[in-house]
């Protein structure tokens, strides 16, 4: 609509600006929410790749989910290792180095004639079987005692358990009151882990001498 003399209606440009502002807000609110979002503005390149993503890091979760249930099903089956369980090469390695270093420390108490010391390192069930200060008599009755270290070249140890082995050796006796006789033999002897050591069966230590002869 025109006014006379060429003017135009200034209801005509007040429409026009209305239209121009409310697009021009419907763009910055557009922006502003495109900004808030995670990731800011997307391109439409990210609309193309966003859906060949989403399978991967499905399948990414459910592996993490399939290794999680594998490490505790495992955890389950194979419980800690026991008395029973077969140890690596150094574990067995290490038991038996303690239990021939404690079967020589046995038999050099037992050539010294400590014999209360030498109590100690009997089995629990042998301990019960016999009282420390009969032991003691028993051993000081004995004509036998050992002499001189262990031959290596004698000495092997057969693993059993982690708690049992058998020790074999060759031991050297000689007579307590006739230092002319002395013999040497080859015995096996049972050694168990107890109470944070190795222990040999008192009984069969007092009949040793005189087992196999």
């Known amino acids: 609509m025109q006014l006379h003399g060429g003017t135009k209606a200034p209801g005509g440009n007040h429409r026009k600006n209305h239209r121009k502002n409310h697009r021009e807000r419907h763009r910055r609110k557009h922006r502003a929410e495109a900004g ?19 399978p991967i890091l499905a399948m990414l979760a459910m592996l993490t989910m399939l290794t999680m249930l594998t490490m505790a099903v495992a955890l389950t089956a194979f419980p800690a290792r026991t008395a029973w369980s077969a140890p690596n090469f150094f574990e067995k390695r290490k038991i038996e180095l303690q239990a021939l270093e404690a079967f020589k ?21 042998s301990q ?14 004995l004509s036998w005692v050992p002499q001189g270290e262990l031959n290596p070249k004698f000495l092997h ?27 040497s033999k080859d015995q096996t002897m049972v050694m168990v882990w107890e109470k944070g050591q190795w222990r040999i069966d008192l009984i069969e230590l007092i009949r040793s001498p005189y087992s196999g002869v």
Do not use: C
Request: positive net charge; glycine residues 6%; hydrophobic residues 35%.
């Open 105 to 125: 420390e046995i038999i050099g108490r037992w050539r010294e004639e400590v014999y209360f010391e030498l109590y100690d390192s009997g089995m629990e069930e």
């Open 36 to 54: 808030n979002s995670p990731g800011g503005s997307r391109s439409p390149m990210f609309h193309r790749v966003a859906p060949a993503v989403a």
């Open 157 to 183: 140890l057969r693993y059993h358990f982690r708690t049992m082995v058998y020790v074999k050796a060759r031991v050297s006796y000689r007579h307590k009151f006739d230092q002319t006789r002395s013999f």
């Open 128 to 141: 019960g079987r016999i009282s420390r200060q009969d032991f003691a008599q028993r051993m000081v009755e």
